[in-house]
């Protein structure tokens, strides 16, 4: 079992797998690469699946790279899209980690094995993730406590949003709200874009995403960042603590 100040420490991580282990097998690069990715476009995820795409494209001249866009059920529509391929090494899966390591853990029934039915080619990225507040809270709350003492207050009020439910962002959110003895009620969306858009359109409280999904965004000044996790500050939110340094995910 995962400690909850492991949890708030971990970084996300971006996968490439085959569809089938037998596709590791040496054959010839196909004159089209697909790159199947779960999430919907605007998002970190697929961001970095295009840069990928780029960087394939420019190191197999010739071949036709595509990123394809298979969203909804939290990323388990693409395993199942790439399962399904042609078995000619042509279909590639980008996803977070823990589409194949930590949902046969939180779903009873999947419909594919990550063991079996995927083999793991490379870690591309990894990310840190945060919790973001929209416009529905008051300018004044500006720490993740404050943020809880508001939400009890405000409970018709006290939401967060992921792109997902059972993904990790809904599991961080949800351990934040139990580790303080508030209630959040979860948002479930179908990738982080739209959800974000909710939160600065004021119909969420708060947002769990990669913290890159909401940088552009509070430079605006359309939402706020309230703590990432890690075990130290991003460089790109320098003045934003961490969950350990606000005592969340800590032993205390």
């Not at 969203?71 to 388990?76: E, F, I, N, S």
């Not at 961080?172 to 979860?186: M, N």
């Not at 934003?240 to 005592?247: G, L």
Request: glycine content about 10%; hydrophobic content about 45%; proline content about 8%.
């Amino acid at each position: 079992m995962i400690k909850r100040r492991e949890w708030m420490k971990a970084a996300g991580f971006a996968t490439l797998s085959l569809g089938t282990v037998r596709s590791v097998k040496a054959q010839p690069v196909p004159k089209l690469l697909k790159i199947i990715n779960g999430f919907p476009p605007g998002g970190v995820v697929d961001a970095v699946a295009r840069r990928v795409a780029e960087g394939l494209a420019v190191t197999e001249p010739g071949v036709n790279v595509i990123v394809d866009n298979r969203v909804g059920a939290g990323g388990r529509i693409a395993v199942s899209a790439v399962k399904a391929a042609v078995d000619d090494g042509s279909t590639l899966l980008f996803t977070p980690d823990a589409v194949l390591s930590l949902y046969p853990f939180v779903y009873s029934k999947l419909d594919y094995d990550p063991f079996a039915d995927l083999a793991p080619v490379a870690t591309v990225a990894t990310t840190t993730d945060a919790l973001a507040l929209g416009p529905l809270v008051p300018p004044s709350v500006r720490g993740l406590r404050d943020f809880l003492a508001w939400a009890k207050e405000h409970p018709e009020h006290a939401s967060f949003g992921s792109p997902g439910t059972g993904t990790p962002l809904h599991l961080l959110g949800a351990l934040v709200a139990k580790e303080a003895g508030v209630y959040l009620r979860h948002v479930a969306y179908r990738g982080a874009a739209p959800g974000v858009t909710d939160l600065i359109g004021g119909q969420i409280a708060c947002m769990a995403a990669p913290t890159g999904t909401f940088l552009s965004f509070q430079k605006a000044g359309k939402l706020r960042i309230i703590a990432t996790s890690g075990p130290q500050r991003t460089p790109f939110t320098p003045d934003t603590p961490t969950f350990a340094e606000q005592k969340f995910g800590a032993d205390y």
